[in-house]
Structures are given as C-alpha cells and as structure tokens.
T-cell receptor
Framework: KAGVTQTPRYLIKTRGQQVTLSCSPISGHRSVSWYQQTPGQGLQFLFEYFSETQRNKGNFPGRFSGRQFSNSRSEMNVSTLELGDSALYLC??????????????FGEGSRLTVL | QKEVEQDPGPLSVPEGAIVSLNCTYSNSAFQYFMWYRQYSRKGPELLMYTYSSGNKEDGRFTAQVDKSSKYISLFIRDSQPSDSATYLCAPGPHNFNKFYFGSGTKLNVKP
C-alpha cells in the first residue's frame, strides 16, 4: 500500500509570493491533516479535512488555507509569504472511526524556505 | 497554557542506557496517548500508544500514562544507535481527529 505522498519536497519562495502544497493520502483514508514543523515551535496543527469538509482549524492566520477534493487528495495554500513561514509542512492521513486510534500516517513533508 | 509540554532535550546517552522521555498535558478528556518517532528528514511514524491509564510494553519500549497527574512517559531499555531520532508525544484526540504534539525530544545514542 502506497504511503502518503507530498509534493513538492523542497521549494524556495520569496516574501510576498504564494505557495500551494499537495498531499495524496493513503488509499481509503478520508481524513487529511496538515501540520507545520519548525525547530522552535515543534509540530503545530494547521487544519483537518474529512470528506471535503474542514473539521478542525488551528491558530494560524487566514493566509493559510486548504481544501480537500472528492478523491481525498488535499492541498494547502499560503499566501503573502513571510520569512516566518519557512518550515517543514507535513500532511498526515488517517482512517478515523469507531474503534480507531486515530493514528496519523505522515508524509515526508514539503520543506519551504522563504527568502 | 500549552496543551502538551515535552522535555526539550537534546538527550545524548551511551549505547545500552535506559532512556526516559516525558510529557505533561492539560486536557483531562484525552484518551489516547501516542508516541511518534521521527528520523532526520522523514515524517513522524507511530511508535506505540496507550489507551487511558496504565503501562504498555513493546519490546524494548514501555509507554506509561498517569492520568491523575497528566503525565506521559516513554522508556527505552538497552538503547541502540538506531534509536537516535526525535520522539514526539501526542495525546488526543480532540474534536474528531486533532492531536496535539509535544515539541519533541531529540535523542542521540552513542555507540
């Protein structure tokens, strides 16, 4: 079974630009979560989508947005990039439901550098 | 107050040592207590989890939860260089499938 796939793996942008990151979950997983990982703040929750609906949102500004498609693939977008947005963005899929632990299966991340 | 606080490390130990990694959490509603391991340049992977209070053992790894004190621990016996990684605690879930992660403890096991 293929794992979670994130693209692109690495990207460099300049301040003010916008970026779109993509995530393909494990086949059959309908929940997709996004996390931002930085050395100072650790893993911070961005949002979670389930069946194309955002169920949870973290404490990030409106510049951070996401969506999920009918095939469960997800994208997140960051507009008007700031230096502080430089981070590893991790996508995780899961198959929540009765009896599920909610285990998250992570991709390898998209490393964004903002210059 | 943060939902999860984790001893930041880094932690450097000789091979064969017993390692103790710890977290505290604030939400008494959390029922699952996960430990993820993250190798350099990789995404986190679930190492083990406990449900509610108590201990769970898996080989050289033991996870402990004390819900009365909201304290989570992971013990590694006979640590190996291959255990060198960042360990993240993650209690939850909150609101469907949201987990809070500790900031991670970077462990280095020296041969």
């Amino acid at each position: 079974k293929a794992g979670v796939t994130q693209t692109p793996r690495y990207l460099i942008k300049t301040r003010g630009q916008q970026v779109t990151l993509s995530c393909s979950p494990i086949s059959g997983h309908r929940s997709v979560s996004w996390y931002q990982q930085t050395p100072g703040q650790g893993l911070q929750f961005l949002f979670e989508y389930f069946s194309e609906t955002q169920r949870n949102k973290g404490n990030f500004p409106g510049r951070f947005s996401g969506r999920q498609f009918s095939n469960s693939r997800s994208e997140m977008n960051v507009s008007t990039l700031e230096l502080g947005d430089s981070a590893l963005y991790l996508c995780a899929s899961s198959s929540p439901g009765q009896g599920s632990t909610g285990e998250l299966f992570f991709g390898e991340g998209s490393r964004l550098t903002v210059l | 107050q943060k939902e999860v606080e984790q001893d930041p490390g880094p932690l450097s130990v000789p091979e064969g040592a017993i390692v103790s990694l710890n977290c505290t959490y604030s939400n008494s509603a959390f029922q699952y207590f996960m430990w993820y391991r993250q190798y350099s340049r990789k995404g986190p992977e679930l190492l083990m989890y406990t449900y509610s209070s108590g201990n769970k053992e898996d080989g050289r790894f033991t996870a402990q939860v004390d819900k009365s004190s909201k304290y989570i621990s992971l013990f590694i016996r006979d640590s190996q260089p291959s255990d060198s990684a960042t360990y993240l605690c993650a209690p939850g879930p909150h609101n469907f499938n949201k987990f809070y992660f500790g900031s991670g403890t970077k462990l280095n096991v020296k041969p």
